[in-house]
């Protein structure tokens, strides 16, 4: 069989991950030793692991993480308050697949959207679909989209997402527009998806950012309820990153 036919057609099929793999065997003289049976199965599995990277990449371009950062690269020696049993919990991705949600609570600085970003890149290797945004940019949008006509696709959108990670919110109380909004982004992934928030505001004031009581108790009960939390501390890690000046 001629080789260059048989790697075309392969990637006439969209099997590059197969053409890759055939290419590199015939180039081999041990592989010329194989069953077909064998031959077959390495084929199989380059194709697998080629299209498995290609979806991961394709999910990560779409989430728009803010920060490239990786569950592996979490120091946990950090003095952050961050619990290292939590994490390796959260990191198999579990969660998501029960629609549980995560609040990073803690001040400006400690890695609170590092953190959700690191958690966001994991789901995306799991096959996750996974969007970012920050929450105040996140309003606006949807305030564009409410005069354009286009409020019901971002909506939808929104809905579909499997992890959703709003970055950021408060400290500012929200408008009437902007509570209705939230309103409906948790009542739509309420026990459907997961949702990450992050906030330098602690939980129990969530409720007076909110400000309408009617709403606030509507939104707190779908957002907090089943919600994984964890609450860092300590010094802001841009602080501790910055050269310290000549005396």
Known sequence: MLTNPTIDMLRELGLTGMA??????????????????????????????????KRFEARARAARLRHDAQIENIDFRAACGL??????????CDWIRQHHSLLLIGPAGVGKSWLACALGH?????????????LPRLFATLALAR?????????KALARTDLLILDDWGPEKLNDEQRRD????????????STIVTSQV??????????NPTIADAILDRLVH??????????????QRQTPSAA
């Open 226 to 239: 089943n919600a994984y939390r964890i609450e860092l501390h300590g010094e802001s890690l841009r602080k």
């Open 182 to 193: 939230l309103l409906e982004i948790v009542e739509d992934r309420y026990e459907k998806r």
């Open 147 to 155: 005069g354009d006509g286009r409020y019901p696709k971002v909506l």
């Open 202 to 211: 602690p939980v129990d004031h969530w409720y007076d950012m909110i400000g």
């Open 20 to 53: 890759s793999a055939y290419q590199e065997l015939e180039a081999q003289p041990e592989a010329r030793h194989l069953e077909h049976g064998e031959w077959l199965a390495l084929l199989l599995e380059r194709e697998a692991t080629t299209r498995r990277q």
């Open 122 to 134: 994991k789901a995306c290797r799991e096959d996750f679909s996974v969007a970012y945004h920050r």
């Open 83 to 92: 619990d290292r049993n939590l994490v390796l919990k959260l990191a198999n």
